[in-house]
């Protein structure tokens, strides 16, 4: 009999330890299962941010190729108005003058005269030589191309702050 309630108190722990051993497992398949929820969700949220960045990226690259191309055109515009105004400076088609103060310069004698089709009225004016025109005509171009290149630079700071 002794022999019985030992075989049954050992079968009786053998049953105990399966079963538990059955629970616990199932525990650690719901936490490994839990874990791997976890771990995909994370990847596809990473996955999902990497993507919006690249196409975050392509745009940008995008906006920049397309403001090259419209800072070189306005710069090239720029640099062709900037070389007909010297043309034509230098073939006397166009002539540059600036308006004198009568009362600092003291001259009250000589109106400046009217060429047919201008609207000169009273105004003392002095023609300056072509090539001081030419040069004043060279800086105003260079200080057209620095304000090109600033507003271009200005857009392209805005568009990364904007990223």
């Avoid at 609207?119 to 090539?131: F, I, K, N, S, T």
Wanted: glycine residues 6%.
């Amino acid at each position: 009999m002794l022999l019985i309630i030992l075989a049954l108190m050992a079968g009786s722990a053998w049953a105990a330890w399966e079963w538990q051993a059955n629970a616990y497992g199932q525990q650690l398949a719901t936490k490994e299962a839990a874990y791997q929820t976890e771990r995909t969700n994370l990847a596809n949220a990473n996955s999902a941010q990497i993507l919006a960045e690249q196409g975050k990226r392509l745009a940008l690259d995008q906006w920049l190729a397309a403001s090259d191309q419209s800072h070189y055109r306005a710069l090239t515009d720029e640099t062709t108005k900037q070389a007909r105004l010297r043309d034509r400076l230098a073939t006397a088609d166009l002539r540059l003058s600036v308006q004198l103060d009568a009362a600092a310069t003291g001259c009250d004698a000589v109106q400046a005269t009217t060429s047919p089709g201008s609207m000169v009225y009273g105004a003392h004016r002095a023609q300056l030589d072509p090539a001081h025109a030419q040069r004043i005509i060279g800086i105003t171009g260079d200080g057209d191309q620095g304000l090109t290149a600033l507003t271009a630079c200005q857009a392209f700071v805005k568009k990364i702050i904007d990223f």
